[in-house]
């Protein structure tokens, strides 16, 4: 079974995304801000967590708390059996231009994507191609 990892502090959508990757057929792994997606990477990072980790991470970017979204993704790219991870950084928040490349970049976040979020199919098709270009990437960078 496939994990995915989401960090929402809006409660609806947090039910909606682990109700639809139980549908799936994948594992949601979920946090309500950046603090408690922080501990669960030191976790990871000391060895406490067992089993399969997430492919996917999709992080709201505007977070309650002091870590914010595209912090946790620098996070997951900092911690070794994350940091090829696919990230997905969502907000209802419009951004600049210059706004989405800095938090993309701080992230290394792979697509951004705006609330409402697509439905059920073209959302899973979008985290899907997410995954499979995430694939690709990672493969062609252990061929170099």
């Known amino acids: 079974m496939s994990a995915w990892m989401v960090v929402e502090d809006e409660p609806d959508i947090y039910d909606l ?9 994948i594992e949601g792994v979920a946090f309500v801000d950046g603090e408690e997606a922080v501990a669960w990477i030191d976790d990871v990072e ?34 070794q059996s994350l940091a090829q991870i696919a990230i997905v950084l969502t907000t209802a928040y419009r951004l600049t231009v210059e706004e989405e ?5 701080q992230a290394g976040a792979d697509r951004l994507l705006y609330k409402p979020l697509p439905g059920f199919n073209e959302l ?21």
Do not use: C
């Not at 995304?17 to 057929?25: E, I, N, T, V």
């Not at 899973?124 to 170099?144: F, M, N, P, T």
């Open 17 to 25: 995304l682990l109700a639809m990757f139980a549908m799936w057929g």
């Open 124 to 144: 899973k098709a979008i985290l899907e191609d997410v995954i499979e270009k995430r694939r690709i990437h990672v493969a062609q960078l252990g061929s170099i």
């Open 101 to 105: 490349k800095a938090v993309i970049e």
């Open 46 to 79: 000391n060895g406490r967590v067992k089993g399969e980790l997430p492919e996917l991470a999709l992080l709201d970017i505007r977070l309650p708390g002091s870590i914010s979204g595209p912090e946790v993704g620098e996070r997951l790219r900092k911690t």
